[in-house]
Every structure is written in C-alpha cells, then in structure tokens.
C-alpha cells in the first residue's frame, strides 16, 4: 500500500476510513476517523504512538498512529497487522477485531 491509499469502512466496525499518510523508511503514519469510542491499541511495536482526539460537531474523532513492521494495532472493530515495509510500501493485514 502506498502512501496516500485511503482505506472506507462499514461504520459498524467503528471506523469511517484510515488514510496511510505517508511512508518515510520503516515508519508508517494512520490517521484513523472513527464513528465512536471503542479499543485502540497497538502491540509487538515499541516505538508505536497513538494519539487519539475527541470528536466535535463538525468533526469525527481521529486518531493517528505511527507504527512499523511488527505493529499490531486494534482501531475500533479492525485489527490491522504490519509485516513489512518495502521500498515505501507498506503491506498491512487487516481482519476484524
């Protein structure tokens, strides 16, 4: 998946879309717009980050995420999985959580 690539969901999983935003070495930046609360979390990264904000009137909750291969990350009902990171592409998982 290359930087830019914008993932729409059933909003029944939690999500609306996630957009790859961009790819830069083994780094890959998510930013999540969620329907509503849920679990967010990311594992087997240690140098994931989650930054979550709150929803207004005009505007979805967001999250953004900066994973890398080995990444684990659960955003609402969608479980996403990074193997690898090749040549400014990212290859990721996803499955329902």
């Known amino acids: 998946m290359s ?10 999983l939690g999500l609306y879309s996630v957009n790859v ?3 830069k070495g083994d780094e890959i930046w998510l930013l999540a717009a969620m329907t509503g ?3 967010f ?17 005009e505007v979805p909750a967001t999250g ?3 994973v890398h291969p080995g990444a684990r990350v659960e ?3 969608v479980r996403f999985t990074v193997p690898a990171v090749v040549r400014g592409k990212a290859v990721l998982r996803l499955t329902r959580a």
Do not use: P
């Open 21 to 23: 935003y961009s790819i």
């Open 3 to 12: 930087a830019g690539k914008v993932i729409e969901f059933n909003q029944s």
């Open 37 to 39: 609360g849920g679990r």
């Open 41 to 57: 979390s990311c594992e087997g990264d240690d140098r994931c980050q989650v930054s979550i904000q709150g929803a207004t009137a």
């Open 64 to 66: 953004t995420f900066i």
């Open 75 to 77: 955003m609402g009902k």
